[in-house]
């Protein structure tokens, strides 16, 4: 009896706990929802208060609405609302702790305000005598960084005063200033430890040399980046310790050709002697290791690439958790830290870090300080300790789980940066299609566009802008292909043993001519007719290996060995112009191991001609339903699905601009020699969403039975339009029968409605491919199976991004071979076969959503199989 009392009583002293931690947990946040009248709850389940009572000077104040809603906006609170300052107005937020720090947030919506023109509007920020932003245009950094709504972190020294007064004032007589929410949390001390070292920087004290180190305690800090690495989002509801934090997957940021591979423990992380609300436990649970093969670690770094302001100071936060089964003890898994070329620390060793405790979290943080020599950038990198007399780590490799990064502030008090700049590729981009469509971008601020600089944006966000400044690095840093022209920059090698530069197939082609971008005709080979007839026998018919809506393709051989296939218009039509120009223009700016490779083009005598790789298994739907004697195995397909997703992934999320592929079906995807998926057909892709509306209008394009039913209704096209179409596929490939069968009974013609029936009665295995009941993992099927019924949401916003399908389908694949344990979500560089690769996809075969570089301004005509080739960095002990 005694037993049980004592454990209702604990039982209720828990209750009244984390009661009172609720309460205090509201009575030390704040949410304003600026220009409320009523506030709202936003869709973490977070109550926003209107900011009226808390505006103490802001009598020129507008309460106001977007003109239209926007889509791409996190969440309705606060985005909906916004206050707009024509005036210096100020803020007084109540600060309950004045002794802890406070973490403050500022939200913004740069959308069209009635009345105001919204590229008009800079604005200056303090939070007491600290300066947070300076002639800041949140217009102008959405731009640039391609988002719709920024969101601004700081974490605050003690305020040591009951108010906290944020200060905001138009910068200059014509702007205007705007906010849309504030937030403030009064936060834990998250630096507890000691004050970290000074990268690259040492004192001379009595003969001896010491590291500097630096008290980020008593500093104000900007957030540049918090990454979940080799794990995906977590959102600010699934934070700890209250602090509602965003963590982003780390995909946009890796640097190079080999990024590792992914991996998930399913067992219990402990925090050990670390506070809880340094980091959420779903950051240890995952990490991005370099991989298994040893000799190929000791060739590369694993490397991150951050843009952020020049001339500050910045604070480098890792996060470890050792769930390896290969480490389990003191210099099993050695590896040293670089932090922008300099080493931040050797013989880091997790075990012995923690005392040979397994699966525990850890953190550790550096500082370095960022100059205009460096061209704004940070780099991170871990590479396994090995030397040269064999004495090292048993096991060559690195891992990390988390990256934070913070700018630090200093004595200035200012942590003010400049304004991000359009990078040169957007800017023309944006300059081009202005041209074609007149006053689609009169409102671009044009006078931003001299420098290639992105500060640091809060949330580790800015993955679409990242890609366009390093894209427009590699521009730079490439060496000219040999043969070009001088002035003509390419950035892709020459296919073949052709050098025709832009300017010269420019001359050989007709007068009627499609417009064919200078950019575009540089970057891919300028193909004769003579050629093209030469390669298919004069379009002999028993060279055609299929026919598509453009017209027949044909296999063909050019350069005496190298088989291609080529894509001929059908001459008689005068239609397929556009998705001629269409395919040119995006295929040429584009390389990744799951794209299908465009060689080349012809344009001659009204003859359309496209030559491409040749595919040795031709497409996905022969192998599945069409009579092929190949009978692919659960894993093939699975392989080839995750093949196929990180195409589109790199697609949505990779290139400069969103790229909306719109015809997504297992025709589509292409199996090459080796088995490796590959996207193609570009014809009907589109570019996009404007970031203002999120979505494209257009008439609407694609097959049916793939075809997403919301784009059908509303002719508003996005990228979960892909989402749909390939949910439809996920489904092809697991039944082997097409998408729409008309002679099929009227509830089994869609094979999208028919599987999603089954899925939801709970008897989906009786409709999968006969080859392979009894022969797939349950707990596999079953996730493949929800990920495929998640693609065929109705509405788009209910569907994943094709990154999440990717984790999803890695994680399927992990659940076929190993279903307990550690789990390695992708393998290094993918099927790290480069010796066999093509030359020309060699230097840019990666899965990183970055940069069209070749490594490290590799030369193109370098045709030796060394592996080394293809590595991001050769480690050094002064590299990075």
């Not at 009172?20 to 509201?26: G, K, R, V």
């Not at 809603?69 to 937020?93: G, H, I, K």
């Not at 359009?422 to 981009?429: A, F, G, R, V």
């Not at 017209?551 to 063909?556: E, L, M, N, P, Q």
Request: proline share 4%; with cysteine; aromatic share 8%.
């Amino acid at each position: 009896m005694l037993t049980k009392s004592y454990i209702l009583l604990l039982v209720i002293l828990c209750y009244i706990s984390s009661l009172h931690a609720a309460l205090n947990n509201d009575q030390n946040s704040l949410f304003l929802a600026c220009g409320s009248q009523n506030g709202g709850v936003d869709e973490d389940m977070i109550k926003w208060e209107p900011d009226t009572k808390y505006l103490v000077s802001g009598d020129k104040s507008v309460m106001t609405q977007p003109e239209s809603p926007d889509p791409l906006a996190p969440s309705v609170v606060p985005y909906t609302n916004a206050r707009v300052f024509q005036s210096e107005s100020s803020y007084n937020l109540p600060v309950t702790n004045q002794t802890a720090h406070v973490m403050l947030r500022l939200r913004f919506n740069p959308t069209p305000y009635p009345n105001f023109n919204i590229s008009k509007s800079f604005m200056t920020v303090s939070a007491g005598k600290v300066t947070l932003l300076n002639n800041f245009s949140a217009y102008i950094t959405a731009e640039a960084l391609s988002q719709s709504c920024i969101t601004k972190e700081y974490l605050l020294s003690p305020v040591g005063s009951p108010t906290l007064e944020i200060k905001i004032k138009p910068f200059g007589d014509s702007s205007f200033a705007f906010i849309n929410g504030i937030e403030m949390i009064t936060a834990p001390d998250i630096f507890y430890g000691p004050d970290p070292l000074m990268v690259g920087f040492t004192t001379s004290i009595q003969n001896s040399v010491t590291q500097q180190s630096i008290s980020v305690k008593e500093n104000n800090m900007e957030l540049a980046y918090r990454l979940n690495v080799g794990g995906q989002y977590i959102s600010p509801k699934n934070d700890s310790g209250g602090l509602m934090r965003s963590w982003y997957e780390d995909t946009p940021y890796l640097y190079g050709a080999s990024i590792g591979i992914t991996m998930r423990s399913n067992m219990t992380i402990q925090y050990d002697n670390m506070p809880s609300y340094v980091a959420p436990l779903a950051i240890y649970e995952s990490c991005r290791s370099m991989g298994y093969d040893s000799n190929l670690n000791k060739n590369y770094n694993l490397t991150w690439v951050f843009n952020v302001d020049p001339n500050f100071i910045y604070l480098v936060r890792l996060h470890w958790c050792d769930f390896s089964i290969d480490a389990t003890k003191y210099n099993s898994m050695v590896f040293n830290v670089y932090v922008n070329g300099q080493i931040a620390e050797t013989e880091v060793d997790l075990v012995a870090m923690t005392s040979g405790k397994k699966k525990v979290a850890i953190v550790k943080d550096y500082v370095t300080r960022v100059d205009d020599k460096e061209g704004g950038q940070l780099w991170v990198a871990v590479h396994p300790l090995v030397h040269a007399l064999g004495v090292g780590s048993e096991i060559a490799n690195a891992i990390v789980n988390g990256i934070e990064i913070f700018k630090i502030g200093g004595g200035d008090t200012s942590l003010a940066g400049r304004n991000p700049t359009m990078s040169d590729l957007m800017q023309k981009y944006q300059e081009q299609h202005s041209k074609e469509a007149p006053g689609a971008f009169a409102n671009q601020n044009k006078s931003h566009s001299n420098t290639v600089i992105i500060s640091g944006a809060a949330g580790g966000v800015a993955a679409f802008g990242l890609a366009a400044v390093l894209v427009f690095v590699a521009l730079k840093r490439k060496k000219r292909s040999p043969g070009a022209e001088p002035g003509i920059t390419s950035w892709l090698p020459i296919h073949g043993n052709s050098h025709s530069s832009g300017s010269k197939s420019a001359s050989r082609r007709s007068a009627g001519s499609t417009a064919i971008s200078s950019d575009a005709a540089s970057n891919c080979r300028y193909f004769s007719l003579a050629e093209i007839k030469q390669a298919t026998k004069n379009f002999d018919e028993s060279y055609v290996i299929g026919v598509g809506g453009f017209g027949k393709v044909y296999k063909g051989v050019i350069d005496g060995d190298t088989k291609v296939a080529i894509k001929r218009s059908n001459p008689s039509s005068q239609q397929g112009v556009n998705e001629f120009q269409t395919e040119i223009e995006l295929l040429s700016m584009l390389r990744h191991r799951h794209l299908v490779s465009l060689i080349g083009f012809c344009e001659e005598n009204n003859e359309m001609v496209l030559v491409y790789d040749h595919m040795a298994y031709g497409t996905l739907r022969e192998h599945l339903y069409k009579g092929n004697k190949t009978v692919l195995s659960w894993k093939q397909r699975l392989e080839i699905c995750i093949g196929a997703a990180r195409g589109l992934h790199y697609l949505h999320t990779g290139s400069k601009y969103t790229i909306i592929h719109r015809d997504v079906k297992s025709t589509n995807i292409l199996l090459n020699d080796k088995w490796v998926a590959k996207v193609s057909d570009f014809g009907l892709s589109k570019t996009g969403p404007n970031m203002n509306q999120g979505h494209v209008s257009t008439v609407v394009k694609g097959s049916f039975g793939y075809l997403d039913p919301e784009y059908f209704r509303r002719q508003q096209l996005t990228e979960k339009s892909d989402v749909y179409s390939f949910g439809v596929v996920l489904f092809e490939v697991l039944c082997a029968r097409p998408a729409l069968n008309p002679t099929r009974s009227k509830e089994q013609v869609s094979l999208a409605d028919w599987a999603l029936a089954c899925q939801r009665k709970g008897n989906l295995e009786d409709i999968i491919d006969p080859h392979l009941k009894g022969k797939i993992n349950p707990e596999c099927l079953k996730k493949f199976a929800e990920t495929a019924e998640k693609c065929l949401a109705d509405n788009g916003v209910d569907r994943p991004s094709m990154g999440d399908v990717l984790w999803n389908l890695e994680h399927a694949l992990q659940l076929e071979d190993n279903p307990d344990g550690v789990i390695s979500i992708s393998e290094a560089t993918e099927d790290v076969d480069h010796d066999n690769a093509d030359q020309h996809n060699l230097i840019a075969m990666h899965r990183s959503t970055l940069s069209l570089e070749s490594v490290n301004g590799t030369d193109n005509n370098n045709n030796n199989n060394n592996k080394n080739d293809v590595f991001s960095q050769i480690e050094s002990p002064t590299a990075r």
